[in-house]
């Protein structure tokens, strides 16, 4: 992946099994028509400490529905089978990680096609023997580094691998309305010390957020308001004769938020 990414990465979020394995493989399929370069799989978890309530109701319906961490990257192998081709991050906690044992979780993931690995709930100063695993096995663990990380961004971003995971705001993620107007002096700091593209995510809901931040970053990562609607359209998703169409109405809102992503940037 270059140092810099023009036009900038539309990296959508979505929840796996949210609301069954298989939508999700079609929701996956239709966001790489809307144009989505790459995918974040969140893994459902009883207890997403870095998640607003949208993405712990999805979690919970996924949960329900018998969906597991291995079941997860094995849903990543399913995806490749059908056609998606993008490269696919999984997003976890670290317990699920732990329980399954950190080597047989990177072997799972390389041999179903995952290319990454986000664990927003392991401390960059613990991620160390992760780290090493996910080199053994060619997944990289992406970084995430917050406003409050002030004297560690030079550390965390030498040694980011992949991407470099901005959060936007302090908190949990969720739909927000307006973003911290210091978010661009932020990231400009980030991508001085980084060799890898700068991301930002928490927060994005809008297209016109979205246009926003095309200038300061590398990539940009909605992941709410596409399980917003997924939460939405549920109902039409696991119904046999609406799904097309259900899935048609979500590649189109995919869409218009990766839009503005397409349009002429500055040189950057």
């Known amino acids: 992946m270059p140092l810099s990414v023009n036009p900038p990465l539309f990296i959508p979020f979505i929840v796996a099994g949210d609301p069954a394995p ?13 144009g989505a370069d790459i995918l974040e799989l969140g893994v459902p978890y009883s207890d997403p400490l870095a998640d607003g309530p949208t993405i712990q109701r999805a ?14 990257i094995q849903l990543i192998g399913e995806m490749r089978k059908k056609g998606v081709n993008i490269p696919i991050i999984l997003f976890t906690y670290y317990n699920p990680v732990l329980q399954l044992g950190e080597e047989s979780f990177f072997a799972l993931a390389r041999e179903n096609g995952a290319d990454g690995v986000l ?20 997944l990289p663990l992406i970084s995430l580094v917050a406003p409050t990380s002030k004297q560690r961004i030079e550390r965390i971003a030498s040694a980011a691998q992949g991407f470099l995971y901005c959060v936007s705001s302090l908190g949990v993620t969720g739909v927000r309305e307006t973003l911290p107007e210091t978010l661009g002096d932020f990231l400009r700091e ?7 593209p700068v991301a930002v995510g928490f927060g994005i809901s809008a297209p016109e957020q979205v246009a926003m931040l095309k200038e300061v970053c590398d990539g940009v990562v909605v992941g709410s308001a596409l399980v917003q609607k997924v939460e939405q359209l549920a109902p039409r998703l696991q119904a046999p004769d609406e799904r097309e169409a259900a899935v048609a109405e979500f590649a189109a809102y995919a869409r218009s938020l990766a839009a503005p992503l397409r349009e002429p940037c500055s040189s950057r």
């Open 22 to 34: 298989d939508v999700t493989i079609d929701l996956a399929l239709a966001l790489e028509e809307a």
């Open 119 to 138: 664990i927003p709930d392991l401390p960059f100063e613990e991620s160390g023997p992760l780290r090493e695993h996910g080199e053994r096995f060619g």
């Open 59 to 72: 979690a919970a319906r996924a949960l329900d529905g018998g969906m597991t961490l291995p079941k997860a």
């Open 190 to 196: 980030v991508k001085r010390h980084s060799r890898v």
